[in-house]
């Protein structure tokens, strides 16, 4: 069945540092994938998605690529800051059945030092 | 645009008691919706898919008897945990996702459940 895997956190930068959070996937077909973050005690914001290989997904700063041929959708940012600091969890949409179900990652936590 | 609201942000209840959480799409129309529990520091598990005016599909090992869901209207779905016991106690977070093909689910605030 279809999965992804996300690297293991906690992750921990000095603010300003680059920041790269991996995410690999595997799926019948073609899913899109997408980028979500969690601040403590919220729900899921949407940062990024991609929906077909080549796709780049960008937003406040943060990018990631669909890679077909390595099948990864890997996370980056320049400069992190504090404010940075929350789990981030990848996902692909299973669009196969229709109802577009997620697979999620298991969360990477970022925490971020002044 | 695409926000995704749950009442109540916490609730405590007593073990023997049910609990309806309710999710609403606040500026659009929500064909499916879905509902997810979180674990402490865990990743979401997909609970059950909703969508309007069917019943919702569970996922397997969710109890269907036990989390009751209804998808009345294209805006508001709703999750009843009957009969709560204290392994209940959870972060319960609803998702909702345009109709017309649209993939991108937008996730609301969660709810946090504590059963005593």
């Known amino acids: 069945g279809n999965s992804v895997t996300q690297m293991e956190g906690p992750v921990t930068l000095s603010e300003e540092a680059f920041l790269t959070i991996n995410c690999t996937y595997t799926?019948?077909?073609?899913?899109?994938l997408f980028w979500y973050v969690q601040y403590p005690g919220e729900g899921l914001q949407l940062l990024l998605k991609a929906t077909k290989a080549d796709d780049k997904g960008s937003n406040k700063g943060f990018e990631a690529t669909y890679r077909k041929e390595t099948t990864s959708f890997h996370l980056e940012k320049g400069s992190v800051q504090v404010s940075d600091s929350a789990v981030y969890f990848c996902a692909l949409s299973e669009g196969a059945s229709g109802t577009y179900k997620y697979i999620f990652g298991t969360g990477t936590r970022l925490k971020v030092l002044a | 645009g695409a926000v995704v609201s749950q009442h109540p942000s916490w609730v405590i209840c007593k073990s023997g008691t049910s609990v309806k959480i309710e999710c609403r799409s606040l500026d659009f129309q929500a064909t499916t919706m879905f509902w997810y529990r979180q674990f402490p520091k865990k990743s979401l598990m997909l609970m059950a898919t909703s969508n309007e005016g069917s019943k919702a599909t569970y996922e397997q090992g969710v109890e269907k008897d036990k989390f009751l869901i209804n998808h009345a209207s294209l805006t508001l779905s709703t999750l009843t945990v009957t009969s709560a016991h204290p392994e209940d106690s959870s972060f319960y977070i609803c998702?909702?996702?345009?109709?017309?093909?649209?993939?991108?689910?937008?996730f609301g605030p969660g709810t946090r459940l504590l059963v005593l």
């Open positions: 998702s909702a996702r345009a109709g017309q093909g649209g993939e991108t689910q937008y």
């Open positions: 799926a019948t077909g073609y899913p899109s």
